[in-house]
Structure formats: structure tokens, C-alpha cells
């Protein structure tokens, strides 16, 4: 299993930016897929979005174009940029991690994101 180290969580009101930082134990190059979850009160954990070894990145409709992955090959990190954050975005946001298509999936331990109206 991948080690994950999710921060940077926090308040914000409506409208506000925040960057959560995912640190990876693993070399993230030989990671085949890093990406972010994120489970609301109540609610199913869901994917917010993931980029894979070769470029490919997807995200949650809800999200796309307010929420960017980036990573940091020499840091070893991942990162989400969330942009015009709104209230339904309040929730554990959760580092995720497939070292490969056939790996069980690695979690971080969570990070709590809240946006006031």
C-alpha cells in the first residue's frame, strides 16, 4: 500500500480558494493513477477527479473548472486546486492513490474542508 498524508484542509467562505496537499511515500512517477476523493455528511464517498502516470485526468462534473490535480515529482506530492468554492464542496476530502490498474486503492486518512454561505 501507498502512504498518504493529506493537509491544508480548513474554512472558507463561499467563493474562496483553498490547496489541499496530498505527500506520497512512493516515487509518484511510478504511480500508475493519484487522484482525490471526498465524502459529505451523510453522503457516499464520491470521486472528485484523478490524472494518471500519462497524462489523462478526468473530474467529477460538479467540479470541472473550479478544482485542478497537479503533481510534484520532486516533492513526491499531489495537490488539489479549489477554486469558487461553494457549500455543497464542504466535506473529507480524501488522497487516493493506484500504484497500478491491478493495485487495491490507497487512502489518506482525510482532510476536512468546510465552506460557509
Known amino acids: 500500500q501507498v502512504q498518504l498524508t493529506e493537509s491544508g484542509g480548513g474554512f472558507v467562505q463561499a467563493g474562496g480558494s483553498l490547496r489541499l496537499s496530498c505527500e506520497v511515500s512512493?516515487?509518484?512517477?511510478?504511480?500508475?493513477?493519484l487522484g482525490w476523493y471526498r465524502q459529505a455528511l451523510g453522503k457516499q464517498r464520491e470521486s472528485v477527479g484523478f490524472?494518471?502516470?500519462?497524462?489523462?485526468?478526468k473530474y467529477e462534473s460538479s467540479v470541472e473548472g473550479r478544482f485542478t490535480i497537479s503533481r510534484d515529482y520532486a516533492e513526491n506530492k499531489v495537490y488539489l486546486h479549489m477554486n469558487d468554492l461553494k457549500p455543497d464542496d464542504t466535506a473529507v476530502y480524501y488522497c487516493?492513490?493506484?500504484?497500478?490498474?491491478?493495485?487495491?486503492?490507497?487512502w489518506g486518512q482525510g482532510t476536512q474542508v468546510t465552506v460557509s454561505s
Open positions: 487516493t492513490a493506484l500504484r497500478s490498474l491491478a493495485s487495491a486503492r490507497s
Open positions: 512512493e516515487n509518484i512517477f511510478n504511480i500508475w493513477s
Open positions: 490524472v494518471t502516470r500519462n497524462g489523462n485526468s
